[in-house]
Every structure is written in C-alpha cells, then in structure tokens.
C-alpha cells in the first residue's frame, strides 16, 4: 500500500460524503481512506460512519472526540501506507492524479518534510514556482494550510508525532516549527488545487464559525457543542469574521443561529406556587 488517506470526520454528513467520494474516484488501489469517527455532533454523519462500507476504506472509532490534528496522528499510527494524507472532511480533491504528483514531488525533493495542494482560497505565488513533469511547486517560509497534505510515514514517525496537539487549528504551525527546526522545507503543489466546502448551503454555519474562533480567540476554546450555547458574538468577533471574508449576511446568520442555540440550551425560569 503506498498511500493511506486520512479523514477526520467532524463535519456534517453531505461534506463527509461528498469528500470521501472525490477522494475514492481520485485514486486507484494504491490508496486506501480511513475515516476517523471523531463523534461528529450529526446523527446521520454518525450513522455514516457507522455503517459505511467500501473496500479500501476503514472506519476507526477512537470512541470519543479527540480533535483534528489528534485525529490525523490516531488514523496515522493505524496507516498502511508509506505516505500518508491528511485530508479534511469539508475539501474536494481534483479528479487529476494528485496522489502520484505530491508523491512525485517528495521523492525529487529530498529536503521537503511535506507537501500540500493549494488551497482554492490562497494564491500561487507569480515568482517563485517550481515547474516539473507532472507538478508544479511552489516552496514557502509562511505556513502551509493542510486541506490536503501528504507526509512520508517513516519521516511523520520519527520527527513528526507531536504530543499536546490543541483540539482545532494550529497544527500547520506546530509541524511548521518542526520543519524549521529540523532545516527541511515545505511546499504547495500549485498545479493542484482543492477546494473547500465550509461555507456552502450543506454547511453548518456554526461550525465554520468555531473553526474560525477556536484558532483566533484562545481565551474562549471549548468543545463545539459547548462553544453554541455559550459564545457571544460581539463587535470584536464582527471584525474578526469580516476579516476573514464574512458578508454581512453570514455574520447575522450566525448570530441568529447561536441565539436559537442559546434559547433551548437555557430552560425557562419555573413559577413557585403560593
């Protein structure tokens, strides 16, 4: 087996279906998928990941949620791969061969820790691209999004399994940190770009919003399900979600939908009888 595709699945279930389809259409028997059932809070993305089956794809329950990048080192150490993938739950692969291209850019880069395809929403660089049969590459200093990255398992085994990984976000920078300091460098494929499903209709939009918060307001962090019938969206959150390319119907949006959130979570006060 040369590569083992994992998914964190954490999302709702139309994301996870539609993910895990492109990723299988995208490969041959090379590959298998493993979704990790990190307790999505979806009853039927549960059910999915209950009773899906395919053959190159294994479901592993690590009996709780554990988080995105906890969950990418648990379907790791399962991996039968030699390269693995870290796929999120809510991204299309291309249907061109982007496997063998990141494989292909690994193996004549022996100094790249890791390569990942570019993120629809990051621009390639007008300057610095490497062009090469099959792939083109781009080399950064900045941090490198993982939507989709692919990591040699002898290299992730050895310099790459981190400990006290947060539950959401910053992972790219803790692997970062590592590759610096290990003198290796780091690239996207811009000749192959994946694209994000987080702010379609099949979308929560809250969950995109605690995404978003949990990376950004560290003094805030909790569990998604938490985070909903406690968060206040207020003028310093606005700035941070336009920043980020809100429109302002999104932002009213989500704050509507914490409201309703936070109506049921809080039952009525009860009337004492005289």
Known sequence: MRFSIIINCYNTLPLIQKCVEAALVSTNHNSELILVNNHPPYEDALSFLREFR???????????????MPGFQYGAKNAQGEYLVKLDDDVLVPRKNWTAAMYQALQDHPALAYVALLPSAVKASSGRLLHKSGYTLEFRRSTILFWCMMIRKQVWQKDFFLTDLPLYGVG????????????????????????????????????????????????????????????????????????FGYPESQIDEVRALLATEQQVATPPPTTERR
């Open 54 to 68: 395919h053959p190159r794809v294994r479901i592993l329950d690590p009996g709780r949620n554990i988080g995105c």
């Open 172 to 243: 790219e920078r803790d692997y970062e940190r590592k590759a610096n300091a290990l003198g290796l460098k780091k690239a996207y494929l811009t000749s192959h770009v994946c694209t994000s499903l987080g702010r379609t209709e099949e979308s929560d939009p809250l969950y995109g919003a605690w995404k978003l918060f949990y990376v950004k307001k560290k003094d805030k962090r909790s569990d998604f399900d938490n985070w909903k019938k406690r968060f206040i969206l207020g003028p310093e959150e606005v700035v941070i979600m336009r920043r």
